[in-house]
């Protein structure tokens, strides 16, 4: 496994499986927890918690008020950072983000926009004056692959789990009123999902890749799919050439994998809800 | 800035998809790109920029590759190779990098939504026109060579 990792995966994978048990279309367990009480980040205003077999991602969502552009003045902002710390793998050293916690953040915002699960306009308060920005941070604490979909799963149970207080302009002051006792919870309409996918030599294709199969890896698919089984994203960076028809094999399973991922979200977000 | 980083990713990994970089061993190939101005389709462009050096720089490669993109307009219709004006127009943008060999994607981007049957038609629009884009190279090297 150290001295020859590519003929022993190879030999795995001729079986139709993969050294820890999957086959190769089989995801890692996926948990994922949900605000206050059982993700530990109490002071921002929505968390979540996800683990992707050993990948865990947190994501914290801190809602702060800003005037609008310009240029755009009934639309708020949605800001995502993706942070590979040093701790999460010894690849990643201290310092200013690394190209891939850059491509990751590029990759995250661009999610958003396509999918438009939060709609701009939803976030203005007052035209021109008021509108709120969401710091979305996703934090990896322990990187073992397929970053890009535990990051997503986490944005979108964070923001699912966001509480926004409501926030009146005063006519005489001006100025702006937050009344935290009156939260309401964000507008998401629609629920990507991500889906990663590994080419090996060319021509297999494995879901959810580990961080040993990514480096032995010759390329690397990312399809983001929302529930209407439309593309949001289709993310392949290089690599191996692959067909359309087994870019459509991928699309298929993505498509399986958002329905799988949709009813864990939802199961997670009734067991919170207060009755 | 993260965009660029971005780009730079795309690009990176689809030039090491082609060159054969074990017959160059302890090199470093550093690929230079200034943007002079752009009016949409920039990342296709990039491809196609790349793609031209790295066969002027004579480096063996696999394949050649060749930038694609395709605007979704709002009532369906495929347009190839946008300008800035339709882009922002348009439903969706997808970028591929097509290679030469059995015209496979080497690298799929996807601005904006689109359904899996719009993107298959996108792709097989850009597979069409990858063999214009092919024939330009061929004829940019003749005429690079013939004098």
Request: hydrophobic share 40%.
């Amino acid at each position: 496994r150290t001295v020859e990792p590519l003929e022993y995966y190879r030999r795995f994978l001729k079986e139709n499986c993969r050294p820890d048990g999957r086959e190769l279309g089989e995801f890692r367990t996926t948990t994922v927890n949900i605000g206050k009480c059982l993700c530990s980040i109490t002071t921002a205003d929505g968390s979540a918690l996800v683990k992707l077999g050993n990948t865990t991602v947190i994501c914290g969502v801190k809602a702060e008020l800003a005037a609008p552009a310009a240029d755009s003045a009934d639309k708020g902002y949605i800001v995502p950072n993706v942070e590979l710390p040093s701790l999460c793998a010894e690849r990643f050293r201290s310092g200013p983000p690394g190209e891939e916690a850059q491509a990751a953040s590029q990759f995250i915002a661009d999610v958003i926009e396509n999918s438009q699960m939060i709609v701009k306009e939803d976030l203005c308060i007052a035209n021109g004056k008021l509108a709120w920005v969401l710091y979305c941070d996703i934090i990896c604490l322990d990187y073992d692959g397929n970053l890009l979909d535990a990051s997503v799963f986490a944005l979108l149970a964070a923001l699912k789990n966001v509480q926004l207080p409501s926030v009146t302009i005063n006519e005489e002051t001006g100025l702006s009123e937050v009344n935290l006792k009156q939260k309401n919870p964000l507008i998401i309409r629609k629920h990507p999902v991500a889906t990663s996918f590994a080419v090996f030599d060319d021509t297999l294709l494995i879901v959810d890749p580990t961080a040993e199969e990514e480096d032995l890896a010759t390329g690397t698919v990312t399809i983001v799919t929302d529930e209407e089984g439309r593309l949001c994203s289709v993310h392949k960076p290089g690599g191996s050439p692959l067909t359309g028809a087994k870019l459509q094999d991928c699309i298929t399973r993505a498509i399986t994998r958002h329905k799988e991922v949709k009813k864990l979200i939802d199961k997670v977000i009734k067991s919170i809800t207060p009755k | 800035g993260v965009m660029e980083r971005s780009r730079e990713q795309l690009l990176r990994q689809t030039c090491e998809a082609v060159v054969l970089g074990v017959l160059h061993p302890r090199t470093s190939i550093t690929l230079v790109l200034q943007v002079l101005s752009d009016a949409g389709s920039l990342l296709a462009c990039c491809l196609n920029a790349s793609c031209m050096v790295l066969l002027d720089a004579g480096l063996p490669l696999t394949s050649l590759f060749c930038g694609v993109t395709c605007a979704l307009q709002l009532d369906g219709t495929i347009l190839l190779d946008p300008t800035a004006r339709q882009e922002q127009e348009a439903r969706a943008v997808l970028t591929f990098a097509i290679a030469s060999s059995e015209r496979k994607v080497l690298m799929a981007n996807t601005k904006g939504s689109c359904s899996v049957e719009e993107m298959q038609q996108c792709l097989a629009a850009a597979q069409r026109a990858a063999d214009t884009i092919f024939q330009f190279y061929r004829d940019s090297v003749r005429r690079r060579y013939s004098k």
